[in-house]
Structure formats: C-alpha cells, structure tokens
Nanobody, 122 residues
C-alpha cells in the first residue's frame, strides 16, 4: 500500500517557523524508487482552491516555488529516508492552510497525503 504521511504542522505566531515532513512508504516508493519521483507540496486554505507551494526533482538540484513563498520556504528531500521536507520561515497569517505532500510517479501528481494543518496567528 502506498502512503504519504505528512507531519510537523501546528499553531505558530506570525514570523515563526515550522518544518513539515512527508514520509513515503509502500511498494511504489520501496528501494530506490522514491528518488526517481518529483515531489511537491500543495496547500488549501478554507474556502480556496488547492494551490502549488513547492516542488523538487529527483536530484534535489532543481526546485520551484510559488511566488508567495519564495525566499521564505525551502523544499528538500532525503532520498535514503524516503522523506521530503518543507522548511517554512517568516510565516504569515495568509500561510494558514492544510498542507499536502504529493508524488509524481507519472506525468501528474498521482499520490497524495492526508494533509497537515498549519495555522499562523497574527
């Protein structure tokens, strides 16, 4: 069974930091296959559509970010641990959302985690 499990969410004051983790398990991510996949973070705020936050390619040399988080968030991955991270600094109330990790094993994101809540108070 394929699983993506997020953790690290919580309540933080504006200007604070959080580090989200996404652990991958299951046959699709077994062995060294995790390292083959593009991984991404998305978020969905109440009443809004889910939006892209950041993505990282297999070699970790290529990353991309939404304009709204550039310079504040950093995506990374530890392939031997089948884990991806999102370091979030200088958090703002508008960063409040459920954060999801996703894996792209085809040409689209086809595996999703259950999400972790991030709440930033002003």
């Amino acid at each position: 069974q394929v699983q993506l499990v997020e953790s690290g969410g919580g309540l933080v004051q504006a200007g604070g930091s959080l580090r989200l983790s996404c652990a991958a398990s299951g046959r699709t991510f077994s062995g060294r296959t995790f390292s083959n996949y593009i991984m991404g973070w998305f978020r969905q705020a109440p009443g809004k559509e889910r939006e892209f936050v950041a993505a990282i390619r297999r070699n970790s040399l290529s990353t991309s970010y939404a304009d709204s988080v550039k310079g504040r968030f950093t995506i990374s991955r530890d392939n031997p641990k089948n884990t991806m991270y999102l370091q979030m600094n200088s958090l703002k109330p508008e960063d409040t959302a459920v954060y999801y990790c996703a894996a792209q094993t085809r040409d689209y994101y086809d595996y999703w985690g259950q999400g972790t809540q991030v709440t930033v108070s002003s």
